[in-house]
């Protein structure tokens, strides 16, 4: 289990009030992940750029001249305690993937706080819970992904509220303490059961 430790409450103050909205993409394997329509998506927004900085943290290769308008990072390769650092300085996180089992990423990145774009599969339907903590787009449609990430740029106010909820959800129901009472209360009805 990841070592989740929720964003401290100065920090989350201050990231949530920030002009500079920064989005942080996080998948090794960008094509399965959908690195290139995260790309392409940002390429097409027709937003100011000035206030968005782009992290991405992906080994797949992609075209950065599509990126030219918008000030970004690119790294290969980061330990878990990197990308954690990461979300606690993003307003957003966008993972817009093909494939994935549960995605513990995404409770990772609302530990910290992040608004989630996510795809619309039934885990991340359960965890976006109806544009609560972010966004679910169709992860192959590039208009889809552009237009859910216009919504958390422009909607400064829907934005806020995603992040509030994503910190929220996760202290409620992922936060280890609650995962180990939930746990135990499964294992003392196993055990009741038995006798």
Known sequence: MPDLIEIPSNKFEKKINEKTI?????????VRKGLLEFVLALSKLN????????????????????????KHQVFKSLSN?????????CQVFCLPTKEEAY?????????????????????????IRDNQTGIC??????????????KLILDSEFRKKCMIN???TYLGEFAPE?????????FNQVINYSK
């Open 103 to 127: 995605g513990i990423v995404f409770v990772e990145a609302m530990s910290k706080g992040c608004a989630i774009l996510a795809d619309h599969d039934l885990p991340r339907l359960e965890l």
């Open 81 to 89: 305690v990197e990308v954690l650092k990461l979300m606690e300085d």
């Open 166 to 168: 994503a910190k929220n």
């Open 137 to 150: 787009v169709n992860p192959a449609s590039v208009e889809d992904i552009k237009e859910g990430l216009k």
């Open 178 to 186: 609650v995962v180990a009472k939930k746990h135990e209360l499964i």
């Open 22 to 30: 920064k989005i942080l993409f996080v998948g090794r394997d960008g």
């Open 47 to 70: 937003v100011d750029t000035n206030d968005i900085e782009v992290v991405i943290v992906s080994e797949t290769d992609f075209d950065h001249s599509l990126l030219s308008k918008i």
